[in-house]
């Protein structure tokens, strides 16, 4: 990293169980055993209070896993590509995948990755499945550019893209949601659901729990069950971003 530039300061905040914003100029490289030639940042863990792991992940044209990522029988993953021409293989097929593609693999089968000659930015996610008795989910993969947006919640200036079947088969979905400049949430949301989300384009303004903080491109946010949360786009271009959320399942007691 080098002698730093000017006085240290950081955007961060992380509130263990609520909410966190991580922005990029933060991020540290985590050593994982099995991902050769990538800078790892690990930004979202049980250890911060989320039930999810999610990774950013700055691949080198060598960038590639040696094991599988979500492997574990009980681990679903997930794998988006910010950027980048990535070799993806799940459950014994290959895919090329390019900006704006993804995979999803079902609780132990895996993901595998293999840069092709050049650097890419990947996102990864995993999470524990809740089975569901009579249902069941397979394999996912397309790109986020053949999918068409919808409105979102009857608002013509808000849209979103559905990345996953709603099926109960499936308890979790990812979804793209993008604001026009101007355009907000109706309400101010409070909800069983936690979200990991990385920005992808513009700014916003994002309110967490009784705060609220200026966010853009490269951010990842998290916030927990129940953070009250709302936001809205600013500047000249949409403000969109890529979110997890879980779904489908009852609460256990």
């Known amino acids: 990293m080098g002698y730093r530039e000017d006085l240290l300061g950081t955007r961060a905040e992380v509130h263990p169980g609520l909410w966190a914003v991580i922005p990029p100029n933060g991020l540290v490289n985590n050593v994982i055993p099995y991902i050769k030639g990538c800078k790892v940042s690990i930004v979202a863990s049980p250890k911060m209070g989320a039930s999810f792991v999610q990774y950013i992940v700055e691949a080198s044209s060598e960038g590639k896993t040696t094991d599988l990522f979500g492997r574990m029988e009980y681990e679903e993953s997930f794998i988006y590509i910010i950027s980048g021409n990535v070799r993806v293989m799940i459950d014994g097929t290959e895919y090329e995948m390019t900006d704006g593609g993804y995979g999803f693999a079902p609780a132990g089968v895996g993901i595998g990755f293999e840069t092709k000659g050049q650097s890419a930015k990947i996102l990864l996610y995993k999470q524990r499945y809740i089975p569901l008795e009579g249902y069941e989910s397979y394999v996912v993969t397309g790109n986020v550019n053949d999918i068409d947006y919808v409105i979102y919640d009857e608002m013509e200036n808000v849209f979103i893209k559905d990345l996953l079947p709603a099926e109960l088969g499936f308890d ?80 256990e007691i």
Not at 203 to 213: A, I, N, V
Not at 242 to 250: A, E, L, T, V, W
Request: include cysteine; hydrophobic fraction near 30%.
């Open 172 to 251: 979790m979905n990812m979804h793209i949601l993008s604001f026009d400049p101007g355009a907000s949430h109706s309400i101010v949301e409070t909800h069983v659901q936690e979200h990991g989300m990385y920005i992808l384009q513009g700014e916003g303004m994002y309110l967490l729990d009784q705060k609220w903080m200026g966010i853009k491109k490269d951010d990842f946010v998290w916030f927990g069950p129940y953070c009250p949360q709302c936001s809205y786009g600013v500047g000249r271009e949409p403000f969109t971003y890529i979110y997890s959320k879980d779904c489908n399942r009852d609460v």
